[in-house]
């Protein structure tokens, strides 16, 4: 038989009705009107649930791809964990000293190694009105033997007028009239442990006798401060015990001079005044720009801060090329099956969006473990170096965006490899 | 009557440019009638998968016209394209079909196009595609639990399930063993005509032939005229 033209049903050229034959739908039930959710929710929705279920179908190469992002995420977090307890420890003594202004010699760029200035500007910095009192600070190491076990280590010194009441350390104010009596001093009870058990003992015994320099020293209560950098302790006291152990430093020379000013006195103009009124061998600073002053020292005279800058990006790098990999491996094991959505109708701007949202969902699961390991890392490793390190929700959302844009710059990228999914190859 | 849904006139196309550029089709006429079954052979190189391509919009033309479900290809861009290709059903050598997904997930597939179904809507119609092409039992199977017939049946059902305009098959049976291979096609061509689809296939099995309305052959990039290509079907 030759070839016999068939009658062939005509019909419209596009869209034909559909006809249940085979599957015993009834032919009568029309489609229910489409109630629908908008086609932008679609357009993102569909390629994201695409997106996961790739990503879930193959389990081992999932796991990799979250432990890669979860170790960039733990390495940052603890990059910058460290980074900010180091500056905040470091700036410990100098934030608990509260005071409104200081005077420190325009030499001195760490207070641990402080250039002196003449003591007679305190009372020159008396001459401006909204000044009520102006105490010369001197700062000091010396040596602390541990009560417990006699093994030595440097301690800083504190010594300025306490009754003053010009700077206060947390836990200072009962202790004033105990720090009267000679030879007696208040000890920073946040200070390393290699000091001795000191808060126990003063729970313990009441009172108790110390070694510090080469003199006898009553220990007589505690104050709050921290270590930092310059200092592992603290101990506070008044200025007359401070130069009984100090016995060769020269009371003329003072390392700092905390200013109090009377209620209600405007402390910015009172910085600019004082400026105006003091030679220049004297640098005029509020607190919070003593703070800064001492911080920035420590950021950019050290190379600390590159350090962990330099640690957060490696971090970041390593965990985009492991994201990259695992994209880009899975578009090229599944370029047939990329191609045959193009064939069919997908557009690039679908599977673009598939290749992404595969990138952020690598980024969000492997962010929360990342988030939760850390903060149980910053309380072990917080504990175990006396550092700082605390979680808060302004650092995991900036690790979070960071963690988003790795991912999201390796999704970028993987993304080239779809061009070579051509449709056009597929027959 | 209207345009047919495929129209091709005086198509020509070459792989390369310049000095390199090789010719494979030349001078191209060819329509397919609504409902039609045109089967396409010819020896291997003839040209028969590049028309196809061209056909299907996946590669763009270069000389002549071809106007294919309303679209013109000359000159049409990549998105008109793309839409175009979503009218179009196409089944290829391999099934293709997405590994991670279910078969019934694989069928609505070609459904999540049309911003106008529901996400239970296309399940359901995936699932009646599914049973259309007897494959009910395996909604739920991924396609590594299917032998080669039934994921060919698969792609079949994905095919017909976005009521395209239009069928394109590229060797359909190639991967598939004798019996298996008869099946898959009459089950598309059954479940084509009864839509009212027309369907143009690549084919080199002459076990399949018997399935056509006309058989169209190919050589060296031109068409052949009727009366050659049905000696290729007498002997
Ligand atoms: N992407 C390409 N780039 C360059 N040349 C190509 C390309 N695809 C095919 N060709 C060449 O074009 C000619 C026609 O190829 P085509 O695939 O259309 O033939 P065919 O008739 O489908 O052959 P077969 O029956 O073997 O599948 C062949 O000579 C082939 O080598
Ligand atoms: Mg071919």
């Known amino acids: 038989m030759n070839a016999v033209p068939r009658t062939v049903p005509t019909a419209e050229a596009t869209l034909l009705p559909w006809a249940p034959e085979l599957t015993g739908a009834p032919a009568a039930a029309a489609p229910p009107p489409p109630p629908r959710s908008t086609p932008v929710l679609g357009a993102l929705w569909l390629p994201l649930r695409l997106a996961w279920r790739q990503l879930r ?40 000293m509260r005071a409104d202004i200081f005077l420190m010699h325009p030499l ?58 010009v700077m206060d350390f947390p836990g200072l104010a009962p202790l004033i009239e105990t720090l009267k009596r000679p030879d007696t001093m208040a000890f920073d009870r946040r200070s390393r442990p290699e000091f001795g058990p000191v808060p126990r003992l003063l729970a313990e015994r009441g009172p108790f006798q110390v070694q510090v ?18 200092a592992d302790g603290n101990v506070v006291m008044s200025e007359l015990n401070f130069r009984r152990i100090m016995k060769e430093r020269q009371a003329s020379q003072v390392d700092l001079v905390a200013i109090k000013l009377r209620p209600g006195a405007d402390r910015d103009a ?42 957060s990006l490696m971090g970041l790098v390593v965990g985009m090329v492991i994201v990259y990999q695992i994209l880009f491996s899975d578009i090229a094991s599944h370029l047939r099956e990329y191609a045959t959505l193009k064939a069919i109708g997908y557009s690039n ?36 170096t006396f550092l700082p390190l605390e979680m808060d929700a302004s650092r995991a959302l900036s690790v979070f965006a960071m963690i988003f844009t790795m991912c999201g710059i390796a999704g970028l990228l993987a993304m080239r490899k779809l061009r070579d999914a051509n449709p056009a190859d597929m027959f | 009557m209207a345009t047919p849904p495929v129209a091709l006139r005086g198509v020509t196309y070459a792989y390369g440019t310049g000095d390199l550029a090789r010719p494979v089709l030349r001078d191209v006429d060819l329509s397919v009638a609504p409902g039609e079954v045109v089967l396409l052979t010819g020896p291997s190189g003839s040209g028969k998968t590049t028309l196809l391509t061209l056909i299907g919009a996946l590669r763009a033309l270069q000389q002549g016209s071809a106007t294919v479900l309303g679209q013109e290809l000359a000159g049409a861009s990549e998105r008109e394209r793309t839409a175009l ?46 049973a259309a092409v007897g494959l009910a039992e395996k909604c739920e199977s ?12 698969v792609a079949v059902a994905r095919a017909l399930a976005g009521q395209p305009g239009l069928i394109l098959a590229d060797e359909p049976t190639a991967a598939l063993d004798r019996q298996s291979g008869g099946d898959v096609v009459r089950l598309l061509r059954d479940l084509a005509r009864r839509r009212g689809v027309p369907i143009l296939m690549v084919t080199h099995d002459p076990r399949i032939l018997d399935i056509a309305d006309r058989i169209v052959a190919m050589e060296d990039g031109r068409i052949l005229p009727a009366n050659e290509a049905n000696a290729v079907r007498a002997p």
Not at chain 1, 59 to 77: E, H, P, Q
Not at chain 1, 108 to 133: D, G, N
Not at chain 1, 217 to 222: C, D, F, S
Request: some cysteine; proline content about 5%.
């Open chain 1, 213 to 230: 320099g080469n003199r006898q020293m009553e220990v007589a209560g505690l104050v709050e401060i921290g270590p930092s950098f310059g």
């Open chain 1, 57 to 96: 179908a193959e389990r081992a190469r999932l796991a990799s791809a979250i432990a890669g992002v979860l170790f960039a995420c733990v390495l940052v977090f603890m990059q910058l964990g460290f980074r900010s307890a180091l500056f905040d420890s470091a700036t410990a003594l100098l934030s608990a």
């Open chain 1, 349 to 384: 701007g679908f599977l673009r969006r598939a290749v992404l949202s595969a990138a952020l969902i690598l980024a969000v699961l492997g962010f929360l473990p990342g988030l939760a390991l850390s903060t149980l890392l910053y309380d072990v490793v917080g504990k175990g």
């Open chain 1, 270 to 311: 009172a910085v600019a005044r004082l400026r105006a009124l003091l030679p220049g061998d004297v640098m005029v600073m509020s607190q919070p720009q003593l703070v800064a002053h001492e911080r920035n020292y420590w950021e950019t005279a050290t190379p600390i801060g590159f350090i962990f800058a330099f640690g």
């Open chain 1, 108 to 165: 001195t760029t760490v207070s641990f190694k402080p250039e002196m200035l003449p003591r007679i500007r305190a009372s020159q910095a008396m001459a401006l009105p909204e000044v009520q009192a102006a105490v010369p600070v001197y700062l000091a190491q010396a040596t602390w033997r541990n009560p417990e076990d006699g093994t030595r280590r440097p301690v800083q010194l504190v010594g300025f007028d306490t009754e003053s009441g």
């Open chain 2, 142 to 153: 991924r396609p590594d639990q299917l032998s080669g017939g039934q994921r060919q049946r």
């Open chain 2, 85 to 130: 290709r979503r009218r179009i059903g196409f089944i290829f050598q391999q099934h293709n079909l997405l590994g991670f997904l279910t078969a019934r997930q694989n069928v609505a597939m070609a459904l999540e196009l049309d911003p106008a179904t529901t996400e239970r809507q296309r399940l359901a119609r995936a699932g009646e595609m599914l």
